[in-house]
């Protein structure tokens, strides 16, 4: 019986053909597209994370200090807290780490000695760079190179210059890429430094760095004794500790740690992205819902053909009925005939999809996808996006069927042959 009704299924679509492979073709389309759309936004996720991880620190431990409590005097009273005021007025201090030096030491023994794997100080300031007539404000960093090496794989994304200059020339720089291109700036150039304040500086381009997250591509890397020099620092404070960690996505036990220790704000890199992370997280959600609502247009474009298939094929309904075929058997013909055009459709725009993903990730053709500068476009190759649309588009044609066999159901064999024109 089941051999028959596919027989029977298969001749009625291909009674059809230009409508059944305009069916297919457009539920291949959908799905193509669909595949495609997945890919690309959690390919760009799973590139951010991954450039994230392997170029920003794990967890940056900031000059802002942990603020106790609050205190409320009138419902506290009872309480073992006391609050009191130091001055009436006092002015704001910047964001330091003081005896920085004490808290690498104490980085080196356990318990953190077991999930820190670097720890970088560094100095950030806000200066002016100019070069002839172009200016440009910037964020200078001060480092010392071989830990923020650890951190950030500096050495490795220099593509001009070399780490030797940078350490033997006095008020040496390396220049973030779009930096350098917005400034016209070119290995060896001297530019000028001008700092909130203090005196301008004459400084020498010792090499062009590129790491693909333009936040970093927009910045300067200074010595770490000039960039305290700069924001006018002893040789004891810095403005924070970068840190890279045994597991990225484990850390905020350890950020935790930190601030209990040291009475310090650390913060994860993924409180530091929240913003994009959570972006990315309504993109995802967006295009869930565009996989539902193309799913549907699928559905009619499979349903419209089957309503056909119904109109035309009464007669033959009538006659099935006659010879002993149930209502449900028929139903679920017309249904298993919804099955294989999804099927047909979601199988050969997975195999489109395939196609449009190589090309997109192939294009030799540098792209600014929202933190990130790459070559191509970030495509993401997990096999469950395919299975999940293709599932997706083929329960989808399946259920549509359902509306054009319900009709054929309640075919009255009787009324349908007697009405005929034969």
Not at 20 to 31: D, E, K, M, R
Not at 74 to 98: C, W
Not at 139 to 146: A, Q, S, T, Y
Request: hydrophobic content about 45%; proline content about 4%; overall charge negative.
């Amino acid at each position: 019986m089941l051999r028959t009704l596919v027989t029977i299924a298969i001749r009625h679509l291909a009674g059809r053909k230009r409508q059944t492979l305009t069916t297919v073709a457009g539920v291949a389309v959908s799905t193509m597209v669909l595949i495609t759309t997945i890919s690309l936004t959690r390919g760009l996720l799973d590139s951010f994370v991954e450039t994230i991880v392997d170029v920003a620190p794990h967890i940056t431990l900031k000059g802002e200090q942990v603020n106790p409590l609050p205190v409320n005097l009138l419902t506290d009273r009872n309480a073992e807290r006391y609050a009191f005021v130091e001055e009436h007025i006092e002015k704001d201090d910047r964001d330091e780490v003081h005896h920085y030096r004490r808290i690498l030491e104490s980085l080196l023994v356990p318990p953190f000695s077991q999930d820190i794997l670097v720890a970088s100080p560094y100095v950030e300031s806000q200066v002016m760079i100019v070069n002839g007539n172009r200016n440009l404000p910037v964020l200078f960093k001060g480092v010392d190179i071989d830990r923020e090496d650890g951190i950030s794989d500096l050495k490795a994304k220099l593509t001009d210059g070399n780490v030797e200059a940078f350490r033997k020339t006095p008020g040496a720089l390396l220049v973030g890429r779009t930096v350098a291109r917005d400034l016209d700036i070119a290995l060896n150039d001297e530019v000028t430094v001008v700092p909130a304040s203090g005196p301008s500086r004459q400084c020498k381009v010792t090499g062009i760095f590129f790491s693909g997250v333009n936040a970093v591509d927009n910045s300067v890397y200074v010595t770490l004794k000039f960039g305290q020099i700069i924001e006018g620092l002893p040789a004891d404070k810095v403005s924070g500790i970068a840190m890279k960690v045994r597991e990225p996505l484990g850390n905020v036990p350890v950020a935790e740690a930190l601030e209990l220790i040291t009475g310090y704000t650390s913060v994860t890199w993924q409180e530091e992205n929240a913003n994009v992370l959570s972006l990315f997280t309504r993109i995802g959600y967006i295009v869930l819902s565009l996989v539902a609502f193309v799913g549907v247009v699928s559905g009619f474009g499979v349903a419209n053909i089957l309503v056909t298939t119904v109109f035309e094929k009464s007669r033959d309904i009538a006659i099935m009925k006659s010879f002993g075929f149930s209502a449900g058997t028929l139903v679920f013909m017309f249904i298993l005939e919804g099955f294989l055009v999804g099927c047909a459709g979601a199988l050969t725009g997975g195999l489109l999809s395939v196609g449009s993903i190589n090309l997109l990730a192939g294009l030799p053709v540098e792209t600014s996808q929202g933190p990130l500068t790459k070559t191509g476009f970030s495509m993401s190759w997990n096999p469950w996006y395919f299975f999940f649309v293709i599932l997706v588009t083929v329960v989808i044609s399946t259920i549509a069927a359902m509306i054009p066999s319900a009709r054929a159901a309640v075919l009255e064999p009787v009324k349908v042959l007697r009405d005929s024109s034969l």
